[in-house]
């Protein structure tokens, strides 16, 4: 009989808002079912397998049950309940955040999705640098596809997949030697992912150690700290100038990066939540052009988060 796996989460928790805040919910291989307000996931067992899972809630308070694709034993299941617990944030006390922001208390926005581990996370990132939304959905699909073979590659297949075979077909571009890179150096032992999530870790000492990662920058580095769960900086990219310059009136300059101070300034009032105030209000915008993000459709609606669609 297939694993039901239950993991109790806080009383303030709901799934729909834990999988739909942050846009790689949007991404291979992580599939947001709208009208079953379920989510469909390809985990990995502690030997790297495959595990088909649906995670589902039944009402806020409750418990989130974890519906796999077949037995698990106990270790495998303790580790599909800690990807689950890593994705939706479970753990994380979001007390402090909402003293600080009544608004998003009051919506229950607090917890911002994100991948199963750290390479996940990081390689979504380089996905997202220089290039639009709907590329950065196109190259996680060929990758999950073509080295993840339905699941999100693991450092091992993507160092065997090779630089230029991630080039040809998964059309990453420049970024394939940096993701091929990282999963030689994390496979060869060279690098130690679970340093950077290690109990006392302060945001400053992980900032540094990722800006020592090939092809990770300051706008990298600040999205993967936030991923892990320092909230203090801000990651500034175009869509930063875009969405502070229109909402709140300010005319956009030739260099935008002289904005970079007006902009820390502003969202540093919820220090160490910066980047938690400013997500929510670009998520609220996202949301107030594009319905509930829990209605957003993975094929139709990453298409529309354009330069050209977010301008007009």
Not at 280 to 286: C, I, S, T
């Amino acid at each position: 009989m297939p694993s039901r796996l239950n993991l109790a989460v806080p009383p303030d928790f709901e799934l729909f808002k834990a999988v739909c805040s942050y846009g790689h919910f949007l991404l291979a291989p992580s599939r947001w079912d709208r009208d079953r307000q379920q989510l469909y996931r390809v985990l990995r067992d502690t030997k790297r397998r495959k595990v088909q899972a649906r995670i589902t809630q039944s009402g806020r308070t409750k418990p989130v049950t974890i519906h796999c694709d077949r037995t698990l034993p106990r270790a495998d299941q303790q580790f599909i309940k800690q990807q689950v617990v890593r994705m939706l944030r479970v753990d994380e006390d979001v007390t402090p955040w909402y003293r600080l922001h009544r608004t998003a208390r009051r919506r229950g926005f607090s917890r911002l999705f994100r991948g199963a581990d750290l390479f996940e996370d990081i390689v979504k990132t380089i996905t997202s640098c220089n290039v639009t939304w709907p590329n950065t959905v196109n190259m996680n699909r060929l990758l999950v596809e073509h080295v993840g073979h339905g699941g999100f590659p693991t450092p091992e297949q993507t160092a065997d997949f090779g630089e230029q075979r991630l080039r040809d077909r998964c059309k990453v571009g420049y970024r394939a030697g940096r993701i091929a890179q990282l999963g030689r150096d994390i496979a060869d032992g060279a690098l130690d992912l679970d340093w950077f999530e290690q109990p006392g870790r302060t945001s400053d000492e992980v900032y540094d150690a990722l800006l020592k990662l090939n092809g990770i920058g300051p706008y990298a580095a600040a999205n993967v700290c936030m991923l892990l769960g320092f909230y203090d900086r801000l990651a500034i990219d175009t869509e930063t100038y875009r969405h502070y310059c229109k909402t709140h009136k300010v005319k956009r300059p030739k260099d935008p990066s002289r904005l970079h101070r007006r902009i820390e300034k502003h969202y540093g009032r919820y220090d160490p939540y910066a980047f938690l105030a400013y997500w929510f209000e670009l998520w609220r915008g996202y949301e107030k052009r594009f319905g509930p993000s829990e209605q957003w459709d993975h094929h139709e609606d990453a298409k529309q988060f354009t330069a050209a669609a977010m301008n007009d």
